[in-house]
């Protein structure tokens, strides 16, 4: 019984429906303490062997037993413990880990092993030191040249003790020099009893083997003997071997950020800065969104809502006749709002303070184009209007609401023209408030009413406000006989959710 044997090993590649086969029915029987070269042309079989030699190709024909036992290529377990304990790859391109050091890409092969740490690091070196490489093994693998690289491989390859060692073309990158020091240590470890197999063209390295098979055409033209094989101890005890730990993955990608540290810490600052600036202006959009909505909820509540009543416009009064017609009031000395708008009476009030959710109904008197004349300056008043709960009293700057005879003007259209820096100083100031508007047979009338500034205020979403309370408006217009409705209500929602329902 042969320690490996291959038989009638068939294989193509597929190409859709096409097959183009490689190997044609190999027959090979292997024994340990051989070093045996497999030759042949480029493409000619030899890597798609190896591979299934090497547990690393299933797709197959044929049988590949080890120690009388055929592998089943379909038995994940079986195949991994085969690939593990079994087998040690050496590559042409070598397949080093580069980012971990020399000692520590043998040492990953050693993790697979039963040994403890102290001992597996002590095998490493000494094998590193068997490749002659005991003073590099800091370095990492692109600071060393191709036959050092293929060394380390070497000796990784050995570090779990495997009984079969396949070197596809180990000598194909090297020059005469190293390509002797290469052979040579593989010739040492058929000594060791092991089973070496090894790839190449080269007649010149075939001849440092036991035996030379050649392969053309998918199949064995010649199998020569030309040494005999070494002896196999076969009391010598293999290091028992194990899973790769959990843990082994983890600490190489560890050593790997390590190795790329600066490249990764850029990436890190790169990431935190992108994810900064998102947080940051998430962050500045919701703060700034919320100082908007305050200060307008500072100004205006939000809970109060103006109602007028519907006013039907007749077709010639819209768009610009609509314009003209305002025009031509003012010219004519009346007040285009007062005159129109419709007022509530005082059954709608009731009817509005009995709408579900409603907690006040205050009512509304404006008049347009208002001058309030303070000494002998004149200064307008779009409106003047009476003060309602959707004012928040934190609009006013200076001073305090209107009370009986008394008037809030705007700080900016009345109060800093006054005096831009002594605004303040208005409050107090007695000023004349005088405004147009017709009463009920249509004739213009001109109220005009002395009052004291009670207070400045700040203008507000809706505009300048210059306000009287609802009693002084209501005794200034008896004054002269007009009407005493309110054009407007404001009307205090119980809760900003029901403003719509409102
Ligand atoms: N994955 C694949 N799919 C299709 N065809 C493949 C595949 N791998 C290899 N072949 C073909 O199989 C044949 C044998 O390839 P293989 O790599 O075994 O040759 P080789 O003897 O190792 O050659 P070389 O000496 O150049 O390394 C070649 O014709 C190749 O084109
Ligand atoms: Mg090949």
């Known amino acids: 019984m042969s320690y490996l044997e291959l038989k009638d090993i068939h294989k193509a590649y597929y190409l859709g429906k ?19 070269a ?15 030699i090497g547990g690393l190709d299933r797709q197959f024909e044929g049988q590949v037993l080890l120690q009388g036992t055929a592998l089943d290529h379909h038995q994940e377990k079986q195949m991994d413990q085969y690939r593990r304990e079994t087998i040690g790859y050496i590559y042409q391109s070598y397949n080093l880990i580069n980012h971990l050091s020399v000692l520590d890409n043998v040492l990953i092969s050693l993790d697979m092993t039963k040994l403890n740490r102290a ?52 000598t194909g990158a090297l020059d005469s020099e190293n390509t002797a020091d290469v052979l ?3 010739d040492q470890i058929a000594e060791e009893g092991r089973l070496v197999i090894c790839v190449t063209h080269s007649e010149d390295v075939a001849n440092a083997g036991t035996r030379i098979v050649r392969l053309a055409d998918g199949q064995i033209t010649s199998d020569d003997r030309i040494k005999a094989a070494y002896p196999v101890d076969e009391n010598r005890q293999q290091i028992p071997a ?11 990608a560890f050593k790997h950020l390590r190795y790329t540290w600066t490249w990764n810490l850029i990436i890190i600052i790169g990431t935190a800065i992108g994810l900064f600036a998102v947080m940051l202006f998430n962050g500045l959009g919701n703060g700034l969104k919320g100082y908007i909505n305050q200060e307008i909820n500072d100004m205006v509540n939000p809970r109060v809502v103006t109602v007028s009543r519907y006013q039907k416009t007749s077709p010639n009064q819209r768009g610009g006749g609509a314009q003209a017609n305002n025009q031509q009031a003012a010219a004519m000395g009346v007040s285009s709002t007062t005159t129109s708008q419709p007022t509530f009476s005082s059954t709608q009030l009731a009817q509005l303070k009995k709408v579900k959710h409603v907690q006040t109904v205050q009512p509304i008197i404006s008049a347009s184009n208002a001058t309030l004349s303070i000494g002998s300056k004149d200064y307008a008043a779009s409106t003047l209007t009476t003060w309602t709960a959707s004012n928040r009293k934190s609009i006013i700057k200076a001073g305090h609401t209107a009370g009986k005879n008394e008037i809030v003007v705007d700080k900016d259209t009345v109060a800093k023209k006054w005096s831009s820096k002594n605004w303040k100083d208005l409050v107090g100031k007695k000023v004349t408030v005088s405004f147009q508007t017709t009463n009920a047979s249509g004739k213009s009338v001109t109220v005009k009413q002395q009052l004291t500034v009670a ?25 002269k006989d007009l009407s005493t409705k309110p054009t407007s ?11 719509d329902a409102v």
């Open 38 to 52: 497999i030759l042949g042309e480029s493409g000619g079989g030899k890597s798609t062997l190896m591979n299934i």
């Open 489 to 499: 209500v404001a009307v205090k929602v119980d809760s900003r959710n029901h403003n």
């Open 184 to 186: 040579k240590l593989l």
């Open 455 to 479: 207070g400045i205020t700040e203008s507000t979403t809706g505009g300048a406000v210059n306000a009287v309370s609802y009693a002084t408006m209501k005794a200034m217009r008896s004054s």
């Open 18 to 36: 096409q097959a183009f086969p490689v190997l044609n029915g190999i027959n090979l029987t292997f024994e340990r303490g051989e070093f045996v």
């Open 242 to 252: 194990r899973k790769l730990p959990w843990y082994v993955p983890m600490s190489t």
């Open 119 to 170: 001992a597996r690091e002590q095998r490493a070196k000494e094998l590193l030191a068997k490749v002659g490489l005991t003073d590099q093994i800091k370095k990492y693998p692109n600071q060393l040249s191709g036959g050092q690289k293929q060394r380390v491989a070497i000796a990784r390859a050995l570090a779990s003790d495997p009984q079969i060692i396949i070197a596809d073309e180990p």
